[in-house]
């Protein structure tokens, strides 16, 4: 359903009366006051208009619309008439009229139908809450801090999920792919927080694309299963000259798993101009089966560039055939939503004092039960950073276990692999496994010490 | 992004269930179907198990005195010392 704005009615709906007679074919009508049929504002009221409004027998009436009339006030004529739209068989089918019948501005069953059409259309998806299903959408929730620096053909997380912001990968390919990073933006100049994901000091040769990727679970993407949806961004750049974006929507072939996906549609190239924050649309989507799982990609030609950026903020996947206003929420709710995917200790960026308390389980383990501030959408995996251990304060990518009992840093001996065993949504233990042993004594109270780069992100990202 | 078996570790508890995979870049997979990384390991693992296995040894029991006997050892001493 397609919203279309409902014409303004004169008050109290004065009527008028034809002219002369009329065949039930004429497309022209000869009224006695052309001012009824404008609105308050001067417009030509097209709809909603009845010959024969005063009959007794109101399913007798005919609904005509127009497209034109001879003037403003005074006698004249209607022109372009649609006669007996809406008619239900006889009731309400064209027909010829005399002269004298009435001929007025009403509430009929195709203005009814106009409203009925756009509230299924607009009103709905405008002033619910929670209408987007894409989880920060516009990059303000960025745990892991670190930019991903891009990788010719390799999304950020293909291999290690430390880097980029929270929900959104980002991706290179080209000829050669020499320069540029992917992370978030607090001066994107697209949307109006400033926030935006960004591909920043982009070198690229041959053939340049940039991809940035979301990915909705199933659970999330039952609510479009065969329904109408559209997608709504927008993007900045700095190429030069007008480039083309496409936005592809996809669905996975099983349930959370996008190994393989299937497309659904693409909005076809569109151009976007340079140093210009532009809107796309990708309106009125036959989403299909798609409670797989829905993924979103926006294609970027960037082609041949040197140190250039691109900014996109603001997306929305919505039901409904209009992109409406973007749904800004609060930023405990989009770290909520975020949470469900990756949890991060680290990096803070200075040394961190007391952290989650564990002890010492075992002579060369220590474990830490990490316990995750929302349910993750699966036991998630664990990405460090490799920190190294250290006796003393951390600082940078190192940490520490202190001893609460023995009042010191605990020294492995001397290896340490950083685990976590098959948790669950809600918990999972982290060990830190010496090849040896660590000193102290078992039962002692731990904690955790990160030095300012030292980062522990549990993900279970799609 | 293609793995290749010699990626992936597969961690056995001593009575052979999997307690995570270790991936590469420090990565600890848990085993979950529905973990996006343990599918990765899943394609490249297949059901020939190319990955490598290693049992993780049960802990050795710890020759230092625990929490609890060293509290008894400061009493007894004490006692010893004061004689209450």
Redesign the interface.
């Known amino acids: 359903m397609t919203y279309t704005p409902l014409p303004k009615l004169k008050k109290n709906s004065p009527g008028t009366t034809l002219t002369a007679g009329i065949a039930d074919t004429a497309t022209t009508i000869p009224v006695a006051e052309l001012a009824y049929f404008h609105d308050v504002d001067g417009t030509l009221i097209t709809a909603g208009i009845v010959i024969g409004a005063d009959n007794a027998n109101e399913t007798y009436a005919e609904e005509i619309t127009i497209t034109g009339a001879s003037g403003v006030s005074g006698a004249g004529t209607l022109t372009g008439a649609t006669r007996g739209v809406n008619a239900d068989g006889t009731i309400g089918a064209a027909r010829a009229w005399d002269s004298g019948t009435q001929i007025a501005v009403m509430i009929t069953t195709g203005i009814y139908g106009k409203i009925r059409g756009d509230l299924i259309a607009k009103a709905p998806y405008t002033s619910l809450p929670n209408r987007n299903a894409i989880i920060n959408g516009d990059c303000r929730v960025n745990q892991r801090v670190t930019a991903y620096t891009l990788v010719k053909d390799?999304?950020t997380w293909?291999?290690?999920d430390?880097y980029g912001p929270d929900r959104h990968e980002g991706m290179a390919t080209g000829t050669a792919v020499s320069a540029g990073t992917w992370g978030q933006s607090t001066t994107c100049i697209a949307g109006n927080s400033g926030y935006g994901f960004k591909f920043a000091g982009v070198t690229l040769t041959g053939t340049g694309i940039l991809y940035h990727r979301h990915r909705i679970e199933a659970k999330d993407a039952v609510r479009f299963k065969n329904q109408i949806a559209s997608f709504g961004c927008k993007v900045w750049h700095d190429v030069g000259s007008n480039i083309n974006y496409t936005i592809y929507i996809r669905k996975a072939n099983a349930a959370?798993?996008?190994?393989a996906v299937t497309a659904i549609s693409n909005s076809g190239a569109i151009s976007v101009p340079t140093a210009t924050a532009t809107t796309l649309k990708y309106e009125n989507v036959s989403m299909g089966d798609c409670s797989n799982g829905i993924e979103i990609e926006i294609k970027i030609e960037a082609g041949t560039v040197t140190l250039k950026n691109f900014c996109q903020t603001e997306l929305q996947l919505e039901l409904g055939s209009v992109v409406t206003e973007f749904e800004f929420i609060p930023y405990v709710q989009a770290i909520a939503g975020c949470l469900r995917y990756a949890y991060a200790l680290g990096p803070y960026g200075a040394v961190t004092n007391y952290h989650p308390y564990g002890l010492k389980a075992?002579?060369?383990?220590i474990e830490i039960p990490i316990l995750f501030r929302t349910r993750m959408?699966?036991?998630?995996?664990?990405?460090?950073?490799?920190p190294a251990p250290v006796t003393v304060n951390p600082s940078g990518n190192q940490y520490t276990i202190y001893d609460r009992?023995a009042a010191g840093r605990l020294t492995p001996t001397t290896t340490v692999?950083?685990?976590?065993?098959?948790?669950t949504q809600e918990f999972?233990p982290l060990f830190f496994v010496a090849s040896t042993s660590w000193d102290g004594?078992?039962?002692?109270g731990v904690f955790l010490q990160l030095g300012s780069t030292c980062s522990f992100i549990f993900?279970?990202?799609? | 992004m293609a793995f290749q078996p010699s990626d992936f570790k597969v961690m056995l508890d001593a009575t052979g269930n999997i307690q995570c995979i270790q991936g590469p870049n420090g990565m600890s997979i848990p085993a979950d179907p529905g973990n996006s990384r343990y599918q990765d390991f899943m394609a490249v693992d297949t059901d020939q198990h190319l990955c490598a296995r290693v049992t993780i040894p049960e802990p050795v029991a710890s020759t230092a005195p625990t929490q609890e006997e060293r509290i008894t050892a400061m009493e007894d001493a004490i006692i010893a010392l004061t004689g209450v």
């Open positions: 390799a999304y293909d291999s290690s430390l959370d798993n996008f190994s075992q002579t060369a383990t959408r699966v036991p998630p995996t664990l990405f460090t950073s490799s009992v692999t950083i685990s976590i065993a098959s948790g999972t004594s078992i039962g002692d993900s279970s990202e799609l």
